[in-house]
T-cell receptor
Framework: DAKTTQPNSMESNEEEPVHLPCNHSTISGTDYIHWYRQLPSQGPEYVIHGLTSNVNNRMASLAIAEDRKSSTLILHRATLRDAAVYYC???????????FGQGTTLQVKP | GAVVSQHPSWVICKSGTSVKIECRSLDFQATTMFWYRQFPKQSLMLMATSNEGSKATYEQGVEKDKFLINHASLTLSTLTVTSAHPEDSSFYICSARGGPSTDTQYFGPGTRLTVL
């Protein structure tokens, strides 16, 4: 399974945008880029996913580099409830397996 | 939509006993369910993948005789930790695929297992 690299932690101020980077230089052509987040003592929550094009939904935006070797999750206006561990995961084609890395712990300051 | 529940949310048991954890997809049929465990301050580790009506596929290093998985219906999968020991104490999380978006896995809230 292709691996992702994320910063261990990031800080943001409330109401400001947050850009969470993810490197995946060994991504293959059939790998989808998924983002999940996990609040303490809860199961992960789906955020967004994409293959090649940038994606937007009500929670966030996903910007994918042209060579697909990196991507950025964008939270447009961070709130205190966005404080969580954010996982960037490559899902191999149709297997459906999600292999979690260490993720980025996002702290949001009021 | 796409809600996954787990029962119990927490359990404490004595060493040597077996514990069953249920994972249910409440409003969709889950063709595939996954079981993970998470130790404190660590990431999720995939244990096994189960498809309804067939045997589970275990990840390398996961003992299939210790962690019994049954996916008897499209809405229910169970994980039984047999002869539990303190080192099995962990946060067990299931996920299900097959809801509104088959590309997405929907996770349960997790079950905290403590073995004394």
């Amino acid at each position: 399974d292709a691996k992702t690299t994320q910063p261990n932690s990031m800080e943001s101020n409330e109401e400001e945008p947050v850009h969470l980077p993810c490197n995946h230089s060994t991504i293959s052509g059939t790998d989808y880029i998924h983002w999940y987040r996990q609040l303490p003592s809860q199961g992960p929550e789906y955020v967004i996913h994409g293959l090649t094009s940038n994606v937007n939904n009500r929670m966030a935006s996903l910007a994918i580099a042209e060579d697909r070797k990196s991507s950025t999750l964008i939270l447009h206006r961070a709130t205190l409830r966005d404080a969580a561990v954010y996982y960037c995961i490559l899902r191999a084609g149709n297997t459906g397996k999600l292999i979690f890395g260490q993720g980025t712990t996002l702290q949001v300051k009021p | 939509g796409a809600v996954v529940s787990q029962h119990p949310s927490w359990v404490i048991c004595k060493s040597g006993t077996s514990v069953k954890i249920e994972c249910r997809s409440l409003d969709f049929q889950a063709t595939t369910m996954f079981w993970y465990r998470q130790f404190p301050k660590q990431s999720l580790m995939l244990m096994a993948t189960s498809n309804e009506g067939s045997k589970a596929t275990y990840e390398q290093g996961v003992e299939k005789d210790k962690f019994l998985i049954n996916h008897a219906s499209l809405t229910l999968s169970t994980l039984t930790v047999t002869s539990a020991h303190p080192e099995d104490s962990s946060f067990y999380i299931c996920s299900a695929r097959g809801g509104p978006s088959t590309d997405t896995q929907y996770f349960g809230p997790g079950t905290r297992l403590t073995v004394l």
